[in-house]
């Protein structure tokens, strides 16, 4: 979202509180109201890279707040001169995610139990599954959508809104150019041209919904908010050995880590050798913040240990995996196990085996 507005305009306090929400998006309520909107239609190729971008974009996305507040300026503005005020200006950003594009962000299938008769059961089907019950039959049939039809619906993953004023001569502002095209930044990258004119005249149905920005937030980590508990029959999210407690007096220790109602905690166990290999839980449920290492994970995916980077001079060094992030951590023998950030997060588009196509 970029804007440019007097540095007086600031909220006002009204009777309508959902106005002054900074959680939801800026088009549900107050409603982006601009000259120029264009939607653009987005697959992801990549669920990592697509975590990445949505990082980058959530703090772009407009909030009802923002949007309330310039609404309300300019409808005062425009009042006051007769005409649309020049000197407030603003493109909005929104986005919106089909239920396949839910799933490439969080690996998972979301929502998995939902019943067929509620709105998230039909939010699930999407538009073709339901298009003889809706009325979609003979020339309406999606066979003859230019988008989300049979043979596409799958391959939106997400709707990018950008709204924008009406500029002196026909097309939006710099980000749209007036031959119906966008420029859009990628990071680290030159602007890319996005035509538009192509959906002028295309007929579809897609079902995508505008996440609240703590969902956004939280979708650029590879899950739902309320899908955080971990999966029956999966009660583990990964396993960290004690590099100097391994096959020590018969037993082998290890700390294992598990989300439970949303939160990811480690216990201590330790397995003993030979043919039983007994489990002892050792150390009951702690949060992984008492890890300085981890500071500032919510959830960890996997650690992986350096292969010779291990026991080295008392030190063994891992890459650390989560939310479509990763560092580098080390930890030392001994009793008390000190342990210590070697490098901090980076993104793991970094890695060219996580990335690369088959």
């Known amino acids: 979202m970029t804007t440019q507005t007097p540095t007086s305009l600031t909220p006002a306090k ?14 549900v309520i107050a409603g982006f109201k601009k000259d120029q909107m264009v939607l653009l239609f987005l697959k992801f190729e990549d669920g990592i890279r697509a975590r990445s971008w949505l990082q980058r974009l959530t703090p772009r996305i407009a909030t009802t707040r923002q949007v309330a507040t310039f609404n309300k300026a300019f409808s005062d503005a425009r009042q006051r001169s007769g005409g649309d005020p020049t000197g407030l200006k603003a493109t909005w950003l929104g986005i919106s995610f089909t239920y396949q594009g839910l799933w490439k962000l969080t690996d ?33 049939h999606p066979s003859r959508w230019v988008f989300g039809n049979n043979k596409s619906e799958d391959r939106i993953h997400a709707v990018l809104t950008i709204a924008a004023p009406r500029a002196k001569e026909p097309g939006p502002d710099a980000m749209v150019g ?30 995508a919904f505008s996440p609240s920005v703590t969902t956004l937030r939280a979708l650029g980590e590879g899950r739902l908010p309320d899908q955080d508990q971990t999966e029956p029959g999966q009660p583990v999210d990964t396993f960290l050995p004690y590099p100097d ?9 290890f700390w294992l880590f598990h989300t439970i109602n949303g939160d990811q905690l480690y216990r201590v166990i330790s397995i003993a050798d030979g043919t039983q290999h007994t489990d002892v839980l050792e150390v009951p449920d702690t949060r992984i913040s008492d890890f300085s290492c981890f500071s500032g994970i919510n959830r960890i995916s996997c650690i992986l240990a350096m292969p010779d980077r291990q026991r080295v001079d008392g030190v063994s060094t891992y890459w650390v995996f989560h939310q479509g992030r990763y560092r580098i951590v080390s930890i030392a023998d001994g009793s008390a196990h000190e342990d210590r950030i070697v490098v901090p997060d980076r993104s793991v588009t970094l890695w060219n085996s996580l990335t690369q196509e088959q």
Request: charged share 25%; aromatic share 8%; hydrophobic share 30%.
């Open 178 to 207: 007036q031959a119906g095209t966008i420029v859009w930044d990628q990071d680290g990258s030159k602007p890319v041209m996005l035509s538009y004119q192509q959906f002028v005249r295309t007929e579809g149905a897609v079902y």
């Open 245 to 253: 407690m391994q096959r020590k007096n018969g037993k082998s220790w």
């Open 108 to 140: 998972r299938k979301p929502y998995p139990d939902a019943p067929k008769n509620t709105t998230l059961g039909a939010f699930q089907q999407g538009p073709v599954e339901r298009a003889a019950d809706l009325g979609d039959t003979g020339q309406n």
């Open 14 to 27: 009204t009777d309508l509180p959902l106005r002054e929400n900074d959680d939801i998006q800026g088009d």
